[in-house]
């Protein structure tokens, strides 16, 4: 009802009805904002005199200013346009991945299925853990939804370790990985007998006792010709003597006796 004004009055009177309108629209919006980020109150907008025009607008907004940063605390900044949120911080006195040790127990929450493969879980460990069907129970689990729930924790121990995942068994399921050595046992340059267990195009598994199986790189094999593939020289179950070159808490590399 403010604007209701005679267009004889001319454009100044018109520029003055669209200044108030503006100006009280900043109130309304002021207190609005109020209200929603800082939990404030309108009353210091609501009994300030009437505003008009640029200055009014801009004196508006400053003390829109002043009612929401006294409602922070002491010393906490306002939120800017155009952040995004902090990302969750990592738990003080979580492990690393790469601190893991197999056989080691933990505490994992699950995140989700993948189908009926298994589940996902989080393992504060900085990459996700995996748990496969057959790693939860004893007896025969159709699917992992089944016995487990999205929330629910979880004990487990690690089996394997990648750049990419976890993989676990649940702390009640027997496997025979955990009645082997642990790789503390080992050392560089310990002469070990193993037995082959698998090929890829780069290397050969050897089983030498430990809870993971060791690596032997193609490079580490004497007077192997590389264009060759590994399984016409190497198959499983062929005994062999290896040496161990280098060991991690998840891993144990070999080299071939008579390098």
């Known amino acids: 009802m ?16 669209a200044a108030v309108m503006f100006a009280l629209a900043g109130v309304v919006w002021s207190c609005a ?11 210091p907008l609501v009994r300030a005199p009437p505003l008009v025009g640029l200055r009014g607008m801009r004196a508006v907004a400053a003390k829109a200013k002043e009612v929401y940063s006294s409602s922070l605390p ?30 080691q127990e933990l505490t994992g929450t699950v995140t989700g299925f993948k189908g009926e493969a298994g589940a996902n879980l989080e393992l504060g460990v900085g990459i996700p853990g995996w748990l496969h069907v057959s790693f ?5 689990v159709e699917k992992p939804s089944d016995v487990l ?8 121990r690690v089996v394997a370790v990648t750049d990419q995942s976890v993989k676990v068994a649940a702390v009640g399921r027997d496997l025979a990985i955990f009645q082997k050595r642990p790789l503390s046992d080992y050392e560089p340059g ?10 890829s195009g780069k290397a ?3 089983d030498v006792g430990a809870m993971a199986d060791g690596y032997l790189s193609a490079d580490q094999i004497p007077d192997f010709d590389l264009s060759v593939e590994l399984k016409s020289r190497f198959s499983v179950g062929q005994e062999v003597t290896v040496k161990v070159l280098e060991k991690t808490n998840s891993r144990l590399g070999l080299t071939l006796m008579g390098r």
């Open 190 to 199: 310990n002469e070990i007998q193993g037995r082959v267990v698998g090929c």
């Open 204 to 206: 050969v598994f050897i």
């Open 74 to 103: 002491l010393g906490a900044a306002g939120p800017k346009s155009g952040t995004k949120a902090p990302k969750q911080a990592v738990v003080p006195g979580s492990a690393k991945s790469e601190e893991l040790v197999l056989g």
């Open 136 to 140: 939860i129970k004893n007896e025969r």
């Open 2 to 17: 403010l604007c209701k004004l005679p267009l004889a009055n001319g454009p100044r009177a018109g520029r003055r009805c």
């Open 149 to 156: 729930a999205v929330g629910e924790e979880v004990r487990v």
């Open 33 to 43: 904002r109020t209200f929603l980020l800082a939990g404030g109150s309108c009353a």
